[in-house]
């Protein structure tokens, strides 16, 4: 059967094709960062990172930027056989004490670095499952960075949450304690999806919580789903679609599966036969594009939903969106301070990441030192580049003069393979190139990280790709 995306709605391309779909398929980074993640180096170490933190902390006569802050709980009581995150799976919860002891150890030496009290407008506990730890226990991860950092009036306080992990009374402690933005992992509500990855959640618990989130007057609501999950098909998801939308969270974020079992140990335990095929693959993404749009939803660029009045939608329709590595966000780019196993930062024109290891990260901090393993400093091209892949994965647009003011160079002669490369997209619709910029079209936006691709100097051959997911 041919499967194709027809348009319901005005945001929707007319027809975008499953051929133009396969045909641009290829694995990709998301580029929540640039250089991806798979680029640093263990020359950039704990050294490298600290100079970059002290020289952020005295920036600017008018006082440093406000910072981002991301803390990293790795653990979950039981795996999901999808999962392609740092996690530590147990049952032990007393293991997350010292984890919080290991966690104060750090945030001090970041102090140290930063200075004291540096304002924070964005705060966000990822996981594993932020969950895992005690009502307590998140209380004292609260307190101890409340008395690092100043959170700014207005700040986004986020925190992922495991359904499983979660009742109605946890949900008002986090709120009490001033978390504001609330993010729902649910993937799939059909219980034989549910079963085949390992991952029980009935609709009706979710939806409980849910509705309790918006009573307490959390902010902002996110559901996070996944497609190309075994047993899914295109009416399976559909229906998942439908009842995602009957909430009425304020964003959804919505990401395919990559099936890779070398690199993830979990994957091997799900059943390939299972898996939906390629066609199905588009025919469910398809499906879910018109299905939110359908009702009422703005699509906001790759994997992103939000009800229009959301700031997403805000920022997207006002050119305003940035990206980091939570994906879409209205803050500025700034400096981001990543605390915990395996997090990545972001400070100036660096980025570093955390050993992903409890005990090599416990063994760093036990010494003193920053558990920074890893990270890389950037090079003008990648600052460059950064911008233009930026550009497209946000604005849909570059316009060469503001490029070539910032960076001093020549798009059209520095970026010439890139210009040629991008000519067979132009000639598929996904992209117009005009004489001073390079504009993403309506079908284009839903292929954008492969446009943004041809601009990924580290990218170039088919061995790098395999690390990562397919674009569809
Ligand atoms: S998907 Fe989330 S909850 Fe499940 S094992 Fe992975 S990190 Fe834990």
Not at 214 to 235: C, H, K
Not at 413 to 442: D, K, N, R
Request: one cysteine or more.
């Amino acid at each position: 059967m041919k499967a194709s995306i027809t348009a319901t709605n005005a945001e929707l391309p007319p027809v975008l094709s499953d051929a133009l779909l396969r045909r641009f398929d290829a694995p990709g980074p998301r580029y929540t960062s640039y250089p991806t993640a798979d680029r640093f180096v263990e020359a950039f170490g704990a050294i490298d990172c600290l100079r970059a933190l002290s020289q952020r902390g005295q920036r600017g006569a008018s006082g440093p930027a406000p910072l981002s802050v991301y803390l990293h709980i790795p653990f979950c009581e039981s795996v999901c056989y999808y999962c392609a995150c740092n996690k530590v799976i147990t049952k032990h919860h007393e293991r997350a004490v010292e984890y919080l002891d290991a966690l104060e150890l750090e945030l001090q030496l970041v102090v140290d670095a930063v200075g004291p009290g540096r304002a924070v407008s964005q705060l966000h506990f990822g996981g594993g499952s932020p969950t895992f730890l005690s009502d307590a226990e998140i209380s004292r991860l609260f307190s101890l960075l409340k008395g690092a950092f100043q959170l700014k009036p207005g700040a986004e306080v986020s925190i992922e949450v495991d359904p499983r992990t979660v009742t109605v009374e946890r949900l008002v402690h986090l709120r009490q304690l001033g978390f504001n933005r609330i993010s729902f992992g649910v993937q799939d509500f059909d219980a034989a999806v549910q079963q085949a990855v390992h991952r029980i959640q009935p609709f009706e618990q979710v939806q409980a919580l849910m509705l309790a989130a918006r009573r307490l007057g959390f902010e902002s609501i996110n559901v996070d789903l996944i497609y190309g999950l075994p047993r899914q098909t295109p009416q399976s998801f559909a229906h998942t679609v439908a009842q995602v939308s009957g909430l009425r969270p304020d964003r959804i974020a919505l990401y395919a599966y990559a099936h890779l079992p070398q690199r993830f140990k979990p994957q091997r335990r799900i059943v390939m036969d299972e898996l939906p095929g390629a066609a199905q693959r588009v025919a469910m993404l398809g499906g879910a594009i018109a299905g939110f749009i359908a009702h009422g939803y703005s699509y906001i660029g790759m994997d992103h939903f939000a009800l229009p009045d959301d700031s997403l939608a805000v920022a997207k329709r006002q050119g305003r969106l940035h990206r980091n590595f939570q994906g879409y966000s209205v803050q500025p780019d700034g400096d981001l301070i990543g605390l915990g196993v395996s997090a990545i930062g972001r400070v100036g024109a660096t980025y570093y990441q955390n050993a992903k290891s409890l005990p090599e990260y416990y063994d760093a901090l036990r010494q003193g030192l920053l558990p920074v393993v890893r990270g890389i400093a950037l090079t003008r091209d990648d600052l460059l580049r950064r911008a233009v892949i930026m550009a497209l994965m946000c604005q849909g647009r570059v316009d060469f003069e503001s490029v070539e003011l910032a960076h001093l160079i020549d798009m059209r002669s520095y970026f010439a393979e890139e210009l040629a490369q991008l000519a067979q997209m132009a000639a598929a619709g996904l992209v117009e190139i005009e004489p001073g910029a390079i504009q993403v079209t309506a079908a284009g936006w839903f292929l954008v990280r492969a446009v943004a691709a041809v601009f990924d100097r580290h990218l170039r051959t088919d061995q790098q790709r395999e690390r990562f997911s397919r674009v569809i």
